[in-house]
């Protein structure tokens, strides 16, 4: 059974910053892409960073690029997410997820492209 735990998320100022987490298990890790993705009240979810399974690719978002990076650590079967210079549009509940399929980019910037998804923590940016 795939498992995907987010941790990291909270309360923070806007201009601070946060780094999340997720581990994964039930999975061969190092075959997935993983991805960010995030939903704010009354709002779909969106795309918010992905990398490729063995950290060689990364995409983001117009809205977060050059303030958050995605990384991963495979001997850890964790994924990160590093943001900095948050805004408060940037408040949400964060979710990680992996790729539906194996050894492949494609479709890492689109929900349609994940088959596991993770409970989600709460990002709060406050002005």
């Known amino acids: 059974q795939v498992q995907l735990v987010e941790s990291g998320g909270g309360l923070v100022q806007a201009g601070g910053s946060l780094r999340l987490s997720c581990a994964a298990s039930?999975?061969?890790?190092?075959?997935?892409?993983m991805g960010w993705f995030r939903q704010a009240p009354g709002k779909e979810r969106e795309f918010v960073a992905a990398?490729?399974?063995?950290?060689?690719?990364?995409y983001y978002a117009t809205s977060v690029k050059g303030r958050f990076t995605v990384s991963r650590d495979n001997a850890k079967l964790t994924v990160y997410l590093q943001m900095n210079s948050l805004k408060p549009e940037d408040t949400a509940v964060y979710y990680c997820?992996?790729?539906?399929?194996?050894?492949?980019?494609?479709?890492?910037?689109?929900?349609?492209?994940?088959?596991?998804w993770g409970q989600g923590t709460q990002v709060t940016v406050s002005s």
């Open positions: 997820a992996a790729s539906q399929f194996e050894y492949t980019v494609a479709g890492l910037t689109t929900r349609g492209g994940y088959g596991h």
């Open positions: 039930g999975l061969t890790f190092s075959g997935h892409g």
């Open positions: 990398i490729s399974w063995n950290g060689g690719m990364t």
